[in-house]
């Protein structure tokens, strides 16, 4: 785990120079424990201090980078066993297997409809991230062009799965865009670490069980390589989820280094409910990258929404951008809804808003991130900043009425947010699915 301020403070020069910004060395040190200055702010630190330090409170699970660009797919950094306990730090990735032994129009289909599956969810989008290309056909020159092909239509990064013949015909022209090499066995790591040397990419380690795991883990790192994702080979599920827990307790609790890596495992079963069950489990408990086996939205868009569960922030609410939302083109009559910006209290407004065929505005209060409620209990949902909202959102120009309409579950702020912002201040139902009638019963009276 991280070192704390004073472990850090021993190693430094202590000059209390202040060219880190910091007043003293321990003010300093106690910014890096923190996560809040980094060890490069110090120009005295010697480089032997500077990389036990780097290397002593590096995160337990290493950080993994697959592809380039906007796309690119970071996984593991990882410190805690349970997300309540600080938080998941990067989703899980989601690969769909393609195999080279397709035709080629086959093939471009497929990848086609791999990069169709993006999803908004709470106002983000939402897609797998990789493509797992397999070299079923055991020919170098049959997986290289299927790579080939398979890039010529998507920007998305590669899990390379074959020989190591067949992945070094491929590097040729995809090593520059950092694929993951797919795998790393007791009978061919050495060859497997040249390529992934030579490339500089990322290489997967596939033994049976922990301890060969284990074994195989430190045979490589051994040789200098440590840009690793590991796969421990389980026979099913049960295996699958004990082997997972396994990796992180000891990569976390043990600070067992040959753990310390992002893993990856593969979903294949032809039951698609089985298969979106087992990905579910290997969602929750600790996989770095999941490979599929079906381009079916209605199985790929439960995964992510469970994923987006699992990796949001429990300190940090999804949000929407507080600002003015015009829902169905509305017209300078049209009635103004005041909410927070927590994005499930947005979208249910925005949601019966649309539903009911009512053109209007929405004004989603900057709230940190919480619901109505919420946010008025712990003071972040008040009269003054609601009245400055109205004031400064520019709705003002946009409609011809000075009327907005208060969620009713915080009718007692009505009186002092009409005396302060100037505006009419109606009193709405305590409930979005109540806007309909609302509307007709108010509004349009």
Not at 82 to 106: M, N, Q
Request: hydrophobic share 40%.
């Amino acid at each position: 785990m991280g070192l704390t301020g004073l472990e850090i403070y021993k190693h430094l020069p202590k000059k209390n120079c202040k060219e880190c910004g910091q007043p003293t060395c321990l003010a300093f040190a106690m910014q890096i424990a923190a996560g809040k200055a980094g060890l490069d702010a110090c120009p005295y630190v010697s480089d032997e201090a500077k990389e036990l330090l780097e290397s002593a409170s590096a995160p337990p699970v290493a950080l993994v980078k697959v592809g380039k660009g906007e796309k690119v797919l970071e996984i593991g950094h990882e410190t805690v066993l349970f997300r309540h306990d600080k938080r998941f730090e990067h989703p899980c990735g989601l690969a769909i297997l393609v195999e080279d032994t397709l035709s080629e129009d086959e093939l471009k289909d497929r990848v086609e409809k791999i990069n169709k599956l993006i999803f908004d969810r709470v106002g983000q989008l939402h897609s797998v991230n990789l493509v797992a290309i397999k070299g079923s056909s055991g020919e170098a020159a049959t997986f290289a062009k299927a790579v080939a092909t398979a890039r010529a239509v998507t920007d998305m990064p590669f899990v390379l799965i074959g020989t190591p013949e067949q992945l070094a015909s491929a590097l040729e022209t995809e090593g520059a865009n950092n694929p993951l090499l797919y795998a790393a066995t007791a009978d061919n790591y050495e060859q497997m670490v040249e390529l992934a040397k030579k490339y500089n990419v990322p290489l997967a380690v596939s033994a049976k069980g922990l301890d060969a795991l284990a074994d195989l883990v430190q045979k490589i790192t051994s040789m200098g390589y440590k840009n690793l994702v590991l796969d421990p080979q389980p026979e099913n599920i049960y295996e699958g989820l004990f082997y997972q827990t396994q990796i992180r307790r000891q990569a976390i609790k043990k600070l067992f280094r040959p753990f310390g890596y992002p893993t990856i495992a593969f979903v294949l079963d032809d039951n698609p409910y089985q298969a979106v069950l087992e990905a579910s489990v290997y969602i929750t408990k600790y996989a770095g990258i999941i490979v599929l086996n079906t381009v079916e939205p209605a199985n790929i868009l439960p995964l992510i929404t469970l994923r987006l569960n699992i990796y949001t922030d429990p300190q940090k609410p999804i949000a929407v951008e507080p600002k003015v939302y015009e829902i169905l083109n509305p017209g300078p009559d049209a009635p103004v809804f005041i909410t927070t910006n927590f994005s499930l209290t947005y979208f249910c407004v925005a949601g019966d808003v649309e539903g009911a065929r009512i053109p209007a505005y929405i004004l989603p209060v900057d709230t940190d991130g919480t619901s109505v409620l919420t946010a008025w209990a712990a003071g972040k949902f008040t009269p003054e900043k609601i009245a400055q909202f109205l004031n400064e959102s520019g709705i003002a120009e946009k409609v011809n009425h000075r009327k907005a309409i208060l969620p009713g579950g915080v009718a007692v702020l009505s009186g002092k947010l009409q005396e302060l912002s100037g505006w009419e201040i109606l009193v709405g139902p305590r409930e979005s699915s109540g806007i309909n009638s609302f509307i007709k019963q108010r509004w349009n009276a």
